[in-house]
């Protein structure tokens, strides 16, 4: 028997234990008290669908404004958990607007925000985009590439925390080369995580990156980026004035069909729409004069991607039930505490867990002027009450948004509903797994 086949049955298990159809047990009779003892009597407890639970909880006196928690339970009713990133990966928009899309398959119950994301570009440069600070997959097309944080991976619906990493490369005939990112900025890679230093400079997941001591924004003067058609908007033009001067090369461009053949190539980049079913992709320093060489009008051009579960070890094949958000700290994992640091600011939360019963929780904690929010200590104290087993840490701040049949009904503390990069959310559909 594989040892890759061996690791997709444990990634199972951890998965889908919990929603088996025997040996279920409900949450610990405590869990209920022991998250009242945390955070008070409840405001609220709403059922918006079978087997679909909102729990409010009212801050009081507390650091934090509220707390809402969902709770999804597959054995209740046919749910389905998945994220969306909206009408283009390459644009922010609305949790709300996300989810009221009249195409999301299954539609949303409810849903909350989900990717951390470079907003600095928006704001500096009051450009669209909205890269997700990780890996994101959608109905398994690869559409930013793996940062080293934690990963909110779901297929046929059920959720799996791990770290993925992601390999793409570009090959020519006689010629590989390596694919540095997905519908980004080449040279300006904002998200990539620290692992170690080398003298003052943070050295990166992927092992060569190096960040700048000052901005930390971690830059490749040497790279080719890929668009996909779900990008949605034409692609980037150097950046002016950049915090990383890679961004600012000029570089060149080339298109794609949907057989990899090239169909044109020139000197600059920007402003070009991504062909249905093809590619566009972006070269700058070194990865620009690969392209020079050998991505000619009539070239054919073969690209593959492998995403691996750093956890297991294995490779995941991309297949259309896979879906992938990226988050920053794995709060929890397999009942234990998993965060181990000093607890951080205050802020706004948002989380996507599973409990010791098998059921599904999505947490988020308001916050405002008066009421900062929780650091990761109080977060993870406030997990450990909800018995979460399993629980990653998304975006929160400003974007902690939660929307239940198309409405926002949290407080967001911008006061504001903030375009993010995608969404999680719950719909109507089994959890059922082929055989």
């Known amino acids: ?33 022991q998250a009242e003892d945390l955070l008070g009597r409840p405001s609220a407890v709403t059922v918006l669908a079978p087997g679909l639970t909102r729990t409010t909880y009212p801050g009081g006196g507390n650091s934090w404004l509220a707390v809402n928690v969902l709770r999804i339970d597959p054995d209740a009713a046919p749910l ?14 609305p949790v709300s607007r996300q989810l009221s899309r009249p195409d999301l398959e299954p539609p949303a119950l409810a849903g909350v925000n989900g990717s951390f994301f470079d907003d600095d570009l928006m704001k500096k440069y009051n450009l669209p985009e909205g890269d997700p600070e990780g890996v994101s997959i959608q109905g398994g097309a690869l559409l930013s590439e793996a940062s080293g944080g934690g990963v909110l991976l779901l297929q046929h619906g059920r959720p799996y925390i791990t770290t993925l990493k992601t390999d793409i490369t570009l090959a020519a005939p006689g010629a590989t080369t390596e694919v540095h990112g997905i519908n980004r900025h080449p040279g300006r890679i904002p998200w990539e995580m620290p692992v170690s230093r080398k003298g003052d400079r ?14 930390q924004v971690f830059t490749d003067p040497d790279e080719i980026v890929l668009f996909t058609p779900e990008f949605g908007i034409p692609t980037p033009a ?9 961004a600012a090369d000029p570089g060149v461009e080339v298109v794609l069909d949907h057989s990899g053949t090239v169909l044109s190539f020139r000197q600059g980049r920007g402003g070009t729409d991504v062909p249905a079913g093809g590619k566009v992709l ?6 620009a004069e690969w392209l020079t060489r050998h991505a000619r009008p009539g070239q054919q051009l073969t690209l593959t991607e492998k995403v691996t579960d750093v956890r297991f070890g294995d490779e995941i094949p991309l297949s259309r039930s896979l879906f992938a958000v990226s988050g920053r700290l794995i709060m929890r994992q ?10 951080g600011d205050r802020h706004a939360r948002t989380v996507v867990g599973v409990d010791g019963g098998g059921k599904v929780l999505i947490v988020t904690v308001d916050a405002d002027d008066d009421h900062p929010g929780m650091d990761y200590k109080q977060l993870g104290t406030l997990l450990e009450a ?7 840490n998304i975006d929160g701040g400003g974007s902690t948004t939660l929307v239940v049949d198309g409405s926002l009904v ?7 509903e903030r375009p993010v990069a995608d969404s999680v959310y719950v719909g109507p559909g089994g959890y059922g797994v082929p055989a």
């Open 80 to 93: 389905t958990l998945r994220s969306t990133v909206g009408e283009a990966a390459g644009s922010a928009e």
């Open 238 to 246: 150097p950046l002016t004035g950049s915090e990383a001067p890679a």
């Open 386 to 392: 909800l018995d979460a087993t399993d629980a990653l």
């Open 334 to 343: 397999d009942g234990r505490n998993a965060y181990t640091g000093s607890g």
């Open 410 to 416: 949290n407080k967001p503390s911008d006061g504001v």
């Open 282 to 287: 972006q070269g700058i320093g070194q990865g």
């Open 202 to 215: 943070a050295v990166g997941f992927q092992g060569d990156l190096e960040a700048d001591p000052g901005s």
């Open 1 to 33: 028997m594989s040892t890759r086949f061996l690791a997709g049955l444990r990634r199972l298990a951890v998965a889908g234990a919990a929603v088996a159809t025997v040996g279920v047990l409900p949450p610990p009779p405590a869990s209920a008290a």
